[in-house]
Nanobody, 125 residues
Framework: QVQLVESGGGLVQAGGSLRLSCAASGRTFSSYAMGWFRQGPGKEREFVSAISASGGITYYADSVKRRFTISRDNAKKTVYLQMNSLKPENTAVYYC??????????????????WGQGTQVTVSS
């Protein structure tokens, strides 16, 4: 069983930055790939980024490439999402998720078994 708690969301102006954190409980964190998803107002949940269990492989949605960076600290059982050059369309609830496999998969939400409660990110224009 893995429990995930996100933090770091908030209100930021367009062009600004935020760093999201996701703290995990459980002994298996270092063997799980981790992902970030988001759900904007009136939209379906969508993939943002993923990182392999070792941290050596990362994957991004095209819309966030070169602006967002995913990383993890297995000793701290925490995964991060650094978000730069934020845009109003990035406004969403951001969710952290754990996939019970070391590889990053295909970016589908169905590949992830554990989810956090989400943290709101609001980008003003």
């Amino acid at each position: 069983q893995v429990q995930l708690v996100e933090s770091g969301g908030g209100l930021v102006q367009a062009g600004g930055s935020l760093r999201l954190s996701c703290a995990a409980s459980g002994r298996t964190f270092s063997s799980y790939a981790m992902g970030w998803f988001r759900q904007g107002p009136g939209k379906e949940r969508e993939f943002v980024s993923a990182i392999s269990a070792s941290g050596g492989i990362t994957y991004y949605a095209d819309s966030v490439k070169r602006r967002f960076t995913i990383s993890r600290d297995n000793a701290k059982k925490t995964v991060y999402l650094q978000m730069n050059s934020l845009k109003p369309e990035n406004t969403a609830v951001y969710y952290c998720a754990a996939r019970p496999a070391p590889n990053i998969g295909l970016g589908s939400a169905y590949e992830y078994n554990y989810w956090g409660q989400g943290t709101q990110v609001t980008v003003s224009s």
